[in-house]
């Protein structure tokens, strides 16, 4: 069965750290693009991050570059987001994500298998 | 950054009903706009990419249309299993942008 699996997720103070992971099992990571998406509570969806096979590109909205740093470690079939300096509206359920390309008269990115989330509270 | 903007917010809709919801670009983003579902507590489910390319395994009932800025998700014959909330997201420029959301509730 194809599965992605994130952890790391808790309870964090403001100004705190957190290191999430997502590991594969079922497919292998390192020829597809990966991604971090959240999702506030009560909110819709939002794109965190971004990273290309072999790392050659990370990419990151301007709201959250400088905090957040992605990473995989293909050995280890498995994707990170370290979080510093997080605030209250860091607090979302983190999905990992993968890219897939689709082939019809050009090829399309879309997330075609996800993680089922992991938890992240920041408060005092 | 390219926004995308959904409507309606939410609507109410009773089992058999045919439902459309559009998604527009800020600027055109080609065909390259992906339909998710969503249901409470669970993870996105990809159900069309390229605008109007059904996944391998979603009923029929969905379907997709719309070229450069105006896009549309409909659903034929709307069943119970449907119910849920629903997000447009461009893959033509990063960042992939997601629409708000349109949760579809049952009349």
């Known amino acids: 069965e194809v599965q992605l699996v994130e952890s790391g997720g808790g309870l964090v103070k403001p100004g705190g750290s957190l290191r999430l992971s997502c590991t594969a099992s079922?497919?292998?990571?390192?020829?597809?693009?990966m991604n971090w998406v959240r999702q506030a509570p009560g909110r819709g969806l939002a794109w965190v991050s971004s990273i290309s096979p072999g790392s050659s590109y990370k990419y990151y909205p301007d709201s959250l570059r400088g905090r957040f740093t992605i990473s995989r470690d293909d050995a280890k079939n498995s994707m990170y987001l370290l979080m510093n300096s997080l605030r209250a509206d860091d607090t979302a359920v983190y999905y990992c994500a993968r890219s897939y390309d689709f082939w019809t008269t050009s090829v399309y990115y879309a997330m075609d298998v996800w993680g089922q989330g992991t938890t992240v509270t920041v408060s005092s | 950054d390219i926004q995308m903007t959904q409507s309606p917010s939410s609507l109410s809709a009773s089992v058999g009903d045919r439902v459309t919801i559009t998604c527009r670009a800020s600027?055109?983003?080609?065909?390259?706009l992906n339909w998710y579902q969503q249901k409470p507590g669970k993870a996105p489910k990809l159900l069309i990419y390229a605008a109007s390319s059904l996944r391998s395994g979603v009923p029929s009932r969905f379907s997709g249309s719309g070229f450069g800025t105006d896009f549309t998700l409909s659903i034929s014959s709307l069943q119970s299993e449907d119910f849920a909330t629903y997000y447009c997201q461009q893959s033509s420029a990063t960042p992939e942008t997601f629409g708000q959301g349109t949760k579809v509730e049952i009349k």
């Open positions: 600027r055109s983003i080609s065909s390259h």
């Open positions: 079922g497919l292998t990571l390192s020829a597809y693009t």
